[in-house]
């Protein structure tokens, strides 16, 4: 049992356990603290402190509520200045010789380095297979303000020389004021027609206006994910328990792949990821999710992820070539025309 110490929430003093989260303090305060953006709620999605998307005032410096602890005395604010810049915990900045999902099929199989990438720390899913785990799950590091990152990038893209400029994660997304002011200021420092900006997201909580705003700041690509047609199968791939919260999560994702091609098809390259191993979406899954996206557009370049064995899956046995032929064909059988496969040894596709 922790003894009770007095602190200020908001200019209200209170009195809670010592040692529980300034998240904690908030919930059994009455805050209402979410795992989806809701307005009038506190955004607490990573719980790692990597994102920093529940970032409040404490002793008036900002941040992250979920991973810092109460004391004796503390003074917490919600309301952050309008000039308080948002800031996150980024890793990498350095060349990418394959890109991402939403990298054009054209310029994968080119030798050398084709983009620059960065990788947002925190997520909102739990995949127990994550594939970049240790990014995913980190808390630590610097945060950096959109515009510090927005230099390191540019930095990164002067040395690389390239012109291809991608954040990924974790699930870069989360922070969603951070995300928008550092595609501006990206956009800023590269103001030449051969900059491209790419976004590679989970797209649980890419919303129609939030894609309207990355497109208004600077986003020329996106790589969305789509991680199951059916809310089970999205339940064991991400590790989300909550059935209801799987649901929202897979609609807004496919609901943002449309839009993205109903909207923005001649002014942003998207292409769409879905993972593979037979242990977590069989290929009949596979054959409706093409089904669907060939609906949606039979152009669309669509990148299947052979996961291999990873974090709390070691057990999984990483798709063999042979497989990953197989989802090419159920998905080009089904008409899509843009279909590319990693395996083992390189991607096959968009044509084998």
Known sequence: MSKE????LDEKRVKVPEGITVKRALEINGYTVTNYPEKGSLFAPCDVGGCWSCAVEVNNELKPACITP????????????????????????????????????WLKGRHGY???????????????QCQNWETTYSGQGKPLTPRKAAELMTASRKKFRVDRMAISGGESTLNRRWLVEYVT????????PNARIHVDTNTTILTKDYIDKLVESGMT???????????ETFMRITGIENKAMAERYLNTAWDAVRYLIERYKDRVFTGV??????????????????????????????CVLDYRPEFKRLDLVKPNYYEM????????????????????YGHIGPEI
């Open 114 to 128: 084709i983009e620059v990438a960065c990788f947002a720390s925190g997520c909102n899913l739990r995949c127990p």
């Open 70 to 105: 109460v004391t004796k005395g503390l003074r917490v604010s919600t309301e952050l200045p309008q000039d308080c810049p948002p800031k996150r915990i980024i890793h990498g900045f350095g060349g990418h010789t394959v890109g991402g999902v939403g990298t054009p099929y």
């Open 273 to 302: 990821g879905i993972p593979y191993n037979k242990e977590l979406i069989p290929p009949q899954e596979i054959e409706l999710i093409g089904e669907r996206l060939y609906e949606i557009d039979p152009e669309i370049q669509v």
């Open 325 to 344: 032929v197989k989802i090419h064909k159920i998905l080009t059988n089904k008409g899509l025309e843009t279909v590319m496969c990693q395996t083992e």
């Open 221 to 231: 690509d996106i790589g969305p994910d789509l991680k199951g047609y059916y809310p």
């Open 5 to 8: 110490v007095s602190i200020e």
């Open 185 to 192: 200021e990206l956009k800023r420092l590269n103001p030449d």
